[in-house]
């Protein structure tokens, strides 16, 4: 294993990094559709319709759509191969993980909001109507009601996206440009077109690096809960210009 972390240390830490950005965003963005769909029955319809059609997808499928898509914006946008801008650059001609990065999206923000939308539903409204009548703004009532109470799960959130992002292949290798291949695609490429000494090992540093980050995600989780709780119970959301109720007469 120390010569593999040695020798492919820089494409092992790539992916790491990834991965942890693509957990970070998809719980971010779950937990917005979450907080957007409570209390709102026809968003719910609408966006619970569209991720479960796009968990349903096979990788594959989700892949080639991609791909034909970063094709279409590129046309789109008059991209000259032989003079590729920026945009060009990043979506295709690489090296550069974007497309990696919105395939993991795809793929596991269903996932993401599977594990969050049924904790947002059990948050009592009368917090968040009790934050609004103090005057705090719908963005105070997010920032300071629904994530701190909500951060546990989003951890958990984030480490399952995370985890699920290191092993992905089916999608990410049809689109990933030259230059950017994830160490899970080396793996694979090691497993079906030359298995040499070193692939137990290999497999045994991502197997490693998921058990770490599982560690770490776990062993923080009930300090931050403990301590966003007592940060509840002081209503951080209360405007200093609300006004106060009047005393009975």
């Excluded at 719908?138 to 920032?143: G, I, T």
């Excluded at 959130?157 to 985890?163: E, P, S, W």
């Excluded at 689109?175 to 079906?192: L, N």
């Amino acid at each position: 294993m120390a010569t593999v972390i040695h020798v492919r240390g820089g494409i092992v830490v790539q992916s790491l990094l990834l991965a942890a950005v693509a957990g970070t965003l998809a719980a971010g963005l779950g937990l917005v559709l979450c907080w957007l769909m409570t209390g709102r029955r026809w968003f719910q319809v609408v966006v619970l319709t569209l991720l479960a059609a796009d968990w349903a997808m096979p990788g594959p499928v989700v892949g080639f759509g991609l791909k034909e898509t970063i094709s279409k914006l590129l046309n789109f946008l008059r991209s000259d191969p032989a003079h590729p801008d920026p945009v060009a650059i990043a979506l295709w001609y690489g090296p550069s993980p974007l497309p990696i990065l919105w395939v993991y999206l795809l793929r596991f923000l269903p996932c993401a909001v599977a594990l969050l939308w049924p904790v947002v539903r059990l948050l009592p409204r009368e917090w968040h109507e009790t934050a609004l009548l103090e005057g705090a703004s719908p963005w105070q009532d997010f920032r300071r009601v629904t994530l701190p109470l909500l951060l546990p799960v989003t951890l958990r959130a984030t480490l399952a996206v995370a985890i699920l992002a290191l092993g992905e292949i089916s999608a990410s290798k049809l689109v990933e440009t030259p230059g950017s291949q994830t160490f899970a695609q080396e793996i694979f490429d090691r497993m079906h077109y030359g298995v040499e000494n070193d692939l137990a090992a290999c497999c045994l540093v991502l197997l490693a690096a998921v058990v770490v980050s599982g560690s770490v995600v776990a062993s923080t989780q009930k300090a931050l809960g403990i301590r966003h709780w007592a940060l509840l119970r002081q209503r951080p959301w209360k405007s200093p210009n609300a006004c106060e109720p009047m005393p009975n007469a």
